[in-house]
């Protein structure tokens, strides 16, 4: 590249660079962020020795300030007060703590291949999608625009769970193995829900138009969704106390209580004959 080039390429940059809407925190910020807060929670993994230790009024201090700096870029498009903002926070951090227990208790009394909680919450790849969600969530209703993505999307990196900050979660919820796990941005998940790797709780069709619908479905308390399982549909909801099984493909609601189950059929051939496997 000359240098005549080179110089109208960096004047197109900044030009494209005046048109863009937003402003973001750096991706690595948003996952050492989230890193930092839920080993601030839970100081069950150890830094090397050699690195210094710190308080956990100096901890929390550091933890405001990084969230701070992270809003910087987002003030053009938040209309609240940053420390109003950060105070309201921080606030929830006790709630969400307690919320982010009954997770990990859930986790570790339903998975017989869990040893003790602090496996569940140093360890577990559906522990970390959830508490990153639930941090993510709480920011989304301060109204703070993208970073609540950028967490979820960094959970979603690290673990393979895909869960959108909008979506509504209740208590003890229960991500098992995880990887392929998606939730959609209008999804109403209700407590003591237990699921497996590869759900999609997802929309029917996706259009811009139906942006500020509900185009995810409601799954109601006590409902476990095993492997691989597809339901979708805004207006679908899963009745409480159901079981849906794996690779079950659902755009209907199902009454409480349901077995729900897909049935497949499976040929085996051994000498040119066929045996049939249901």
């Not at 830094?47 to 053009?76: G, V």
């Not at 309201?88 to 982010?100: D, H, K, N, V």
């Not at 959108?164 to 208590?171: E, K, S, V």
């Not at 009745?239 to 085996?268: C, F, T």
Request: proline fraction near 5%; include cysteine.
């Amino acid at each position: 590249m000359t240098a005549i080039h080179q110089e109208q390429f960096f004047m197109r940059l900044n030009g494209q660079n005046e048109k863009y809407r937003y402003q973001l925190p750096s991706r690595h910020d948003a996952g050492k962020f989230i890193q930092n807060l839920i080993n601030f929670l839970f100081p069950i993994s150890k830094d090397c020795p050699s690195c210094p230790s710190k308080d956990l009024a100096m901890k929390y201090a550091d933890l405001r300030n990084d969230l701070s700096c992270m809003l910087q870029p987002l003030l053009p498009q938040i209309e609240r007060d940053r420390e109003e903002i950060l105070d309201e926070i921080f606030a929830q951090i006790p709630a969400i703590y307690e919320q982010l227990l009954m997770d990990a208790k859930s986790i570790t009394d339903n998975d017989p291949a869990s040893v003790s909680i602090e496996e569940v919450i140093s360890v577990y790849p559906g522990f970390m999608a959830i508490a990153t969600y639930r941090f993510a969530h709480s920011f989304a209703k301060s109204g703070i625009p993208l970073l609540p993505r950028m967490l979820t999307e960094f959970a979603h990196s690290q673990t393979g769970i895909d869960i959108h900050p909008n979506a509504t979660i209740g208590h003890s919820f229960f991500i098992d193995h995880g990887t392929g796990v998606v939730i959609g941005e209008t999804t109403h998940i209700g407590n003591n829900v237990k699921l497996y790797q590869g759900v999609t709780l997802g929309a029917t069709y996706v259009s811009k138009s139906l942006a500020s619908l509900k185009r995810h479905p409601t799954i109601e308390d006590n409902v476990v969704i095993y492997a691989n399982a597809t339901i979708l549909g805004g207006e679908t909801v899963i009745g409480h106390d159901s079981v849906i099984g794996g690779n079950a493909w659902l755009v209907r609601s199902v009454p409480p209580y349901s077995q729900v189950y897909h049935q497949s059929k499976i040929e085996i051939r051994q000498n040119s004959v066929a045996i049939t496997v249901t």
